[in-house]
């Protein structure tokens, strides 16, 4: 079959921002306003961080600034998988904090629990589904990977189900399957854009002042206060707290240890009743493979199939442009490859085809810090797996804000920093060869070359 065709009408854009219940925009910031807490940035991070602070204190003055729309940059693209992992899978929080794992594991799924209890307690309709992950091996290299992740988790106190091929495929039929391995509840699924839709609608319900289209320009410290400049305004704040991803920072320091990756994904019309049963997945799992260059797909509520991953394309100098959220050549090897995994549902056609860009750290998961005497907190990095990790990211800058000693506080990996990226032009090289070195890595049975291993030693090794 020629592929391309399944692209010819596909939207360049994101399905769930184009969703019918996106809501108005709320106006912008106009004159000077003063609160007890600003939060800059309207995605999930900032959304997390007003709300948690309501509920915490409910006297507190609390403005959120978005730049554009809520939800309108990472937390409306994504892939819709929402993760109990705070350290981007068990194989990095192994690597890098062994010795506080079970409690970052711990601390992770009471995370997710939270979100699910929030969404029950104020109604907000994510289309949430806590049907777990399924991690599939479509090589006999990865096998090995699926044995030893099995392995930590169980030490870990967790149950993950390890499958054979016919196994795996008795849950979703592709014959690229070798194996699987299935966490049945560390993963739910969510209509990302809803997600942040109706955060923003229960923080204004808890009397926080959500302001659209109101960029922040500029950050002073004046008698005490924090000062945020934007286009028709400004606040004054006593605490701020920064959830504003890969975007250009309010903080300088944040520039070395953040590059915007772009990943791209697509998304089907409903499959058909007789092309589902042709697949199974009645237990509608999320799915991720164990190449370095990794797809993940999941179902929708509609039973539409979001395919996305392979690519993730760095741009020389830290580049964000809206053009960069299009790129054809990735669409079509992401149809490709979605044929091959799933050749019975000839014919489907892609109705979606988009991008988005990823905050990305060196560490591969979050970090934290705070500047102005502690008057402002900032958390970043989330690397791709962020949906659920925002709300404890949040949770920790609220700690850092009061001056508290938590047991989120006290942890290695939010007293740590990931290491900084060089400046350009070595940035872009280093960045390219990894890419490169890792393609080859899929292409010859896993095995990582001199570069990749050097990677690894210092903490650096990653994939897609």
Same mark, same amino acid.
């Given at each position: 079959?020629?592929?391309?065709?399944?692209?010819?009408?596909?939207?360049?854009?994101? +399905?769930?921002?184009?969703?019918?219940?996106?809501?108005?925009?709320?106006?912008?910031?106009?004159?000077?306003?003063?609160?007890?807490?600003?939060?800059?940035?309207?995605?999930?991070?900032?959304?997390?961080?007003?709300?948690?602070?309501?509920?915490?204190? +409910?006297?507190?003055?609390?403005?959120?600034?978005?730049?554009?729309?809520?939800?309108?940059?990472?937390?409306?693209?994504?892939?819709?998988?929402?993760?109990?992992?705070?350290?981007?899978?068990?194989?990095?929080?192994?690597?890098?904090?062994?010795?506080?794992?079970?409690?970052?594991?711990?601390?992770?799924?009471?995370?997710?629990?939270?979100?699910?209890?929030? !969404?029950?307690?104020?109604?907000?309709?994510?289309? %949430?589904?806590? #049907?777990?992950?399924?991690?599939?091996?479509?090589?006999?290299?990865?096998?090995?990977?699926?044995?030893?992740?099995?392995?930590?988790?169980?030490?870990?106190?967790?149950?993950?189900?390890?499958?054979?091929?016919?196994?795996?495929?008795?849950?979703?039929?592709?014959?690229?399957?070798?194996?699987?391995?299935?966490?049945?509840?560390?993963?739910?699924?969510?209509?990302?854009?809803?997600?942040?839709?109706?955060?923003?609608?229960?923080?204004?319900?808890?009397?926080?002042?959500?302001?659209?289209? #109101?960029?922040?320009?500029?950050?002073?410290?004046?008698?005490?206060?924090?000062?945020?400049? @934007?286009?028709?305004?400004?606040?004054?704040? =006593?605490?701020?707290?920064?959830? *504003?991803?890969?975007?250009?920072?309010?903080?300088?320091?944040?520039?070395?240890?953040?590059? +915007?990756?772009?990943?791209?994904?697509?998304? *089907?019309?409903?499959?058909?009743? =007789?092309?589902?049963?042709?697949?199974?997945?009645?237990?509608?799992?999320?799915?991720?493979?164990?190449?370095?260059?990794?797809?993940?797909?999941?179902?929708?509520?509609?039973?539409?199939?979001?395919?996305?991953?392979?690519?993730?394309?760095?741009?020389?100098?830290?580049?964000?442009?809206?053009?960069?959220?299009?790129?054809?050549?990735?669409?079509?090897?992401? =149809?490709?490859?979605?044929? =091959?995994?799933?050749?019975?549902?000839?014919?489907?056609?892609? @109705?979606?085809?988009?991008?988005?860009?990823?905050?990305?750290?060196?560490?591969?998961?979050? %970090?934290?810090?705070?500047?102005?005497?502690?008057?402002?907190?900032?958390?970043?990095?989330?690397?791709?797996?962020?949906?659920?990790?925002?709300? %404890?990211?949040?949770?920790?800058?609220?700690?850092?804000?009061?001056?508290?000693?938590?047991?989120?506080?006290?942890?290695?990996?939010?007293?740590?920093?990931?290491?900084?990226?060089?400046?350009?032009? !070595?940035?872009?090289?280093?960045?390219?060869?990894?890419?490169?070195?890792?393609?080859?890595?899929?292409?010859?049975?896993?095995?990582?070359?001199?570069?990749?291993?050097?990677?690894?030693?210092?903490?650096?090794?990653?994939?897609?």
């Amino acid at each position: 079959m020629n592929v391309l065709r399944a692209l010819a009408d596909a939207e360049p854009t994101s +399905p769930w921002l184009a969703d019918p219940a996106r809501p108005e925009p709320a106006a912008a910031l106009v004159g000077p306003v003063a609160c007890d807490l600003a939060v800059v940035g309207g995605g999930y991070t900032g959304l997390w961080t007003a709300l948690l602070a309501k509920e915490r204190d +409910p006297s507190l003055d609390v403005v959120v600034l978005e730049a554009d729309r809520v939800g309108g940059a990472a937390s409306g693209r994504n892939g819709g998988f929402c993760s109990a992992s705070l350290t981007h899978g068990l194989g990095n929080g192994l690597e890098r904090w062994p010795g506080e794992l079970a409690t970052l594991e711990r601390l992770g799924r009471e995370n997710l629990d939270g979100i699910e209890q929030t !969404l029950a307690r104020y109604g907000i309709d994510a289309e %949430f589904e806590r #049907t777990g992950e399924l991690d599939v091996a479509t090589a006999p290299w990865q096998l090995d990977g699926l044995v030893e992740s099995a392995d930590a988790a169980r030490r870990l106190g967790q149950d993950p189900v390890l499958l054979d091929a016919d196994e795996v495929r008795a849950e979703v039929d592709s014959p690229t399957y070798v194996g699987g391995l299935w966490d049945k509840d560390g993963t739910a699924m969510v209509h990302p854009a809803k997600l942040a839709w109706g955060l923003a609608d229960t923080c204004r319900s808890l009397g926080v002042r959500v302001f659209e289209r #109101t960029p922040v320009r500029s950050l002073a410290d004046r008698a005490g206060r924090l000062r945020l400049g @934007t286009a028709y305004g400004s606040v004054s704040a =006593a605490k701020v707290a920064l959830g *504003t991803g890969v975007f250009p920072p309010l903080l300088k320091r944040l520039k070395h240890f953040l590059v +915007p990756v772009y990943d791209y994904a697509l998304m *089907t019309e409903p499959l058909s009743d =007789a092309q589902l049963a042709s697949i199974g997945w009645r237990n509608r799992q999320g799915v991720g493979d164990g190449g370095n260059q990794f797809h993940y797909y999941r179902l929708t509520a509609d039973n539409r199939i979001l395919w996305g991953g392979y690519d993730a394309i760095y741009h020389y100098g830290n580049g964000l442009r809206s053009e960069l959220e299009r790129r054809p050549e990735t669409y079509a090897t992401l =149809a490709r490859h979605f044929f =091959a995994t799933f050749p019975q549902v000839e014919g489907l056609r892609f @109705t979606h085809a988009w991008g988005g860009v990823i905050d990305t750290c060196s560490r591969f998961c979050a %970090f934290y810090g705070t500047a102005h005497r502690g008057r402002l907190a900032y958390a970043a990095g989330y690397t791709g797996l962020g949906v659920g990790a925002t709300r %404890f990211g949040a949770a920790v800058m609220l700690d850092l804000l009061a001056g508290e000693e938590t047991e989120r506080t006290r942890l290695d990996m939010v007293r740590s920093r990931p290491i900084p990226f060089p400046p350009e032009p !070595l940035r872009y090289g280093v960045i390219e060869l990894t890419r490169r070195s890792i393609a080859r890595a899929d292409r010859n049975g896993g095995r990582r070359d001199l570069w990749l291993r050097t990677l690894d030693r210092f903490g650096l090794g990653f994939d897609s």
